[in-house]
């Protein structure tokens, strides 16, 4: 089992920034490629992006490419979705995700094994 808890979510205005945590614990992290998430009211889930466990591989929805950047610190056992230029589009509850396999680049939910909560990121214009 991976247990993974999200936070970093809030309002915050168009152009902004922020940056979104996930902390995993339970297994060995680098085991396992990460992904985030994002799903809008009355919308179904969307692939963001993702990070392959180790050596580290990223790919981004076309919608984000170039304004997120996902990371990753295996000996903090997180990865990261830090937030730029931010559209009030962007609003959503975010998920991060994991599936095993170091070398995994998934872009689909149905791929992915382990879930967050969720934090909610809110996008003002």
């Known amino acids: 089992q991976v247990q993974l808890v999200e936070s970093g979510g809030r309002l915050v205005q168009a152009g902004g920034s922020l940056r979104l945590s996930c902390a995993a614990s339970g297994r060995t992290f680098s085991d396992y490629s990460m992904g985030w998430f994002r799903q809008a009211p009355g919308k179904e889930r969307e692939f963001v992006a993702t990070i392959s466990g180790s050596p580290y591989r990223t790919y981004y929805a076309d919608s984000v490419k170039g304004r997120f950047t996902i990371s990753r610190d295996n000996a903090k056992n997180t990865v990261y979705l830090q937030m730029n230029s931010l559209k009030p589009e962007d609003t959503a509850v975010y998920y991060c995700?994991?599936?095993?396999?170091?070398?995994?680049?998934?872009?689909?939910?149905?791929?992915?094994?382990?879930w967050g909560q969720g934090t909610q990121v809110t996008v003002s214009s």
């Open positions: 995700a994991a599936v095993p396999g170091r070398r995994t680049v998934a872009v689909i939910v149905g791929s992915y094994e382990y």
